[in-house]
């Protein structure tokens, strides 16, 4: 059985930064995208950034380019998130998921197959 576990998320201040990590574990993945979404209270779950397996192609939202960095292990199946600048807005549960036998990075909800618990990451003023 696939799991995907986060860790890393936690409360911190305006302009401050984060590291979000997921493992992923239970089969072995060829070829396959991972990425993180997020979640805030009312609203859709919305693509944050993305990284094929090969770490070759990033995508990331407009809203946190330049400031968030997603990054992959291979060797370990993990992916990791990032977070610097953070702002009041990045508040949200963060979700790490994966697209097996994906070839591009997918901003789409439904193209993935697996996902994680969630992590909170809270931004204070």
């Known amino acids: 059985q696939v799991q995907l576990v986060e860790s890393g998320g936690g409360l911190v201040q305006a302009g401050g930064s984060l590291r979000l990590s997921c493992a992923a574990s239970?089969?072995?993945?060829?070829?396959?995208?991972m990425a993180w979404f997020r979640q805030a209270p009312g609203k859709e779950r919305e693509f944050v950034a993305g990284i094929r397996w090969s770490g070759g192609m990033t995508s990331y939202a407009d809203s946190v380019k330049g400031r968030f960095t997603i990054s992959i292990d291979n060797a370990k199946n993990t992916v990791h998130l990032q977070m610097n600048s953070l702002k009041p807005e990045d508040t949200a549960v963060y979700y790490c998921a994966l697209d097996e036998s994906a070839i591009l990075v997918s901003r789409l909800v439904r193209q993935y197959d697996y996902w994680g618990q969630g992590t909170q990451v809270t931004v204070s003023s």
């Open positions: 239970g089969r072995t993945f060829i070829t396959y995208c």
